[in-house]
């Protein structure tokens, strides 16, 4: 019997993202390139072939992934459902270089690198297996009430200027 576990073991954080990847394996050469992810642990899947269970760190965050098992209808990836239905979030020194590294190693750019209203110099891309990522340099502290004034004015002016 092993030694009483921590109930959340060392290098996690309470929430831990878990992507369901087609060519796990090459996703996670991938991610190594786009975000300086480092791998720590791979397990094959019963075949050999696939990877059933893999964690990269990203930053001080863990992200654990592995092959999509459309036979089980719930293990399915954004290509088997023609889009995702979330976004890792990534907080960086420097969202331009970071936005541009990501773009180098196959990433699509989703919208561009921008000051948002909210104090964030942020952009979104999307890799090569439909995942999205938003990224990230917190440059103000902000109020709710100045967030809001700056949501009201960013939204206002959303399509002006548009040819029709």
Request: proline content about 6%; charged content about 25%.
């Amino acid at each position: 019997m092993g030694k009483p576990a921590k109930p959340i073991p060392d290098g996690y954080h309470g929430v831990t993202p878990h992507l369901v990847i087609r060519e796990a394996a090459k996703a996670i050469e991938f991610y190594k390139k786009a975000f300086g992810a480092e791998e720590r642990a791979r397990m094959p899947g019963p075949d050999g072939k696939c990877i059933m269970h893999a964690e990269i760190k990203i930053g001080d965050s863990i992200v654990m992934l592995g092959e999509e098992f459309p036979q089980m209808q719930r293990w399915v990836s954004p290509q088997q459902l023609k889009g995702t239905t979330i976004a890792l979030h990534l907080y960086v020194k420097d969202v331009d270089a970071a936005f541009e590294r990501a773009v180098d190693a196959g990433a699509t750019a989703s919208m561009p690198v921008m000051d948002t209203f909210w104090g964030d110099r942020y952009g979104r891309v999307t890799d090569p297996w439909g995942h999205e990522w938003s990224l990230a340099t917190h440059k103000q502290d902000l109020t709710m009430d100045e967030i809001s004034q700056g949501a009201q004015a960013f939204f206002a002016n959303i399509g002006k200027g548009q040819k029709k």
